[in-house]
């Protein structure tokens, strides 16, 4: 048999609002109130989970091979390119294809395709 301990508290952050952070709030079936892991945790996790899964970390982009968080973002090969070669270039990367990314230059936007929340 074995324990775990989570420290919800330091991953429950939802956001902030202003200068206040939003934690997130679980209602347990007793009805007491506790932390809970918010969802960009669990797409954190999610992010890692998979980036450790890849033997090959060749196939990611040179930013994701390190973990940058910039993604796509922080790839030369990505930002020296017009809009439409670097999107290509970028969604080759499947953690920058299954998590988003957000390019300064060129400028654009990519969403996640995965979802990670609460019902
Ligand atoms: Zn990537």
Redesign the pocket.
Known sequence: MGRITWNLHSLSNKGTVGNVTEPRTLTLADRSKTDGISDEMLKHIHVETLWALENNKKN??S??QVLKPE??NACEEVTKEATLKAVKI?LQ?E??DLHGFLLERPVFARESTIEFGWQ
Request: proline residues 0%; aromatic residues 0%; contains cysteine.
């Open positions: 990611l982009c930013a994701c993604r796509a970028a990367c953690l920058c």
